[in-house]
């Protein structure tokens, strides 16, 4: 939710900067502040619901991802060579399918959508890209726990 508000405030200041006619009869200026209180609002409410699951989670001892994007990009080709070594099981299969089927669905020129439609035609791909980046995040986060684990090491929470 984060990832998809600060896309939709992106696309509002994209608006307001660039766009100079009508967004499907309403003014630019309209739709570029719309965006982007609509992307701030997104934000701000999935930064508080991130933080209530995290605290649920923790209550509950189960795992939580942990390390920042760096970390996380960093542990992704570990994570990938041990789940399919079979090393770390928590991981499905299914899950890395779907990752590849997303990366073919954002690069093929085919869309359930068009993208020549204004801002619905690009939705899709930003749904899946957004999917795609919080999957892929949430299950390295996962794997650096996982691995502080076996180091010996407490995981952060």
Known sequence: ???FGGLLA?????TLLFRDGDVVGLPAVAVGVGLLVIG???SAFGFVRRRKVRARKIAKGEPVPVGDVIERARALP???????????????????????LA????VSPFDILPDLLPIIGVT???GVAVWLLTSVSTA???FINHERKQVGQR???
């Open 10 to 14: 992106v696309l509002g200041v994209g």
């Open 124 to 126: 899709d791909d930003a």
């Open 140 to 142: 390295a986060g996962l």
């Open 40 to 42: 701030a609002g997104v």
């Open 103 to 106: 990366l073919i669905y954002l």
């Open 1 to 3: 939710m984060v990832y």
């Open 78 to 100: 570990r994570l990938i060579r041990a789940a399919r070594k079979g090393e770390y099981g928590e991981l499905p299969k299914s899950r890395m399918t779907l990752w590849v």
């Open 155 to 157: 995981p952060l929470d």
